[in-house]
């Protein structure tokens, strides 16, 4: 069991519920459907390029793995709590008409996203049983410009248990 495996379980997650048809659709009311889906480190979402085609984007940031052994030796049994943030990011730029409503979108757009990722959070909490249990831990709600541009930004803070 280690991160990488449970950042890629999140990202197939998203991947699946991005359609239509799925129970819980990622794109739910949003006026462009998500468009990318990606993961790293904590605060690789910050470095990314405010490239239009990229928007919607949701970004799966690892953030640490904690360790707490219930007994020594070989056989010990360990509770691993596992630390995500999945932020939700949206873009307005040029040509979206005037700034303030470009902004508007864009804000309102990110919270429709982290409703819906907080939503499908909800129904996966065993990550197709690949932990225990997952919960939202908070959200917290930002912007970033740019060139001429305008991002967006809604950060979910995720925890996942496992007992092994």
């Not at 040029?94 to 909800?122: C, F, P, V, Y």
Request: glycine fraction near 6%.
């Amino acid at each position: 069991m280690n991160i990488n495996s449970l950042t890629a379980s999140w990202e197939s997650i998203f991947r699946n519920a991005n359609t239509t048809t799925a129970d819980n659709d990622l794109s739910n009311n949003l006026n462009i459907r998500v468009k990318k889906i990606s993961s790293g480190v904590e605060g690789s979402h910050e470095i990314l390029p405010t490239i239009n085609i990229q928007y919607p984007l949701v970004f799966i940031e690892s953030v640490d793995a904690v360790h707490e052994f219930e007994s020594v030796g070989r056989n010990a049994r360990r509770n691993i709590e596992f630390s995500f943030n999945i932020v939700a990011i949206t873009h307005y730029g040029l040509g979206t008409g005037d700034e303030g409503q470009g902004r508007k979108n864009a804000d309102k757009e990110s919270m429709e996203l982290a409703a819906n990722i907080e939503t499908i959070i909800r129904n996966n909490i065993n990550m197709c049983s690949t932990v225990d249990y997952a919960w939202v831990d908070n959200a917290s709600y930002s912007s970033k410009f740019g060139e001429k541009a305008y991002n967006a930004l809604s950060k979910i803070s995720v925890k996942a248990r496992k007992i092994v």
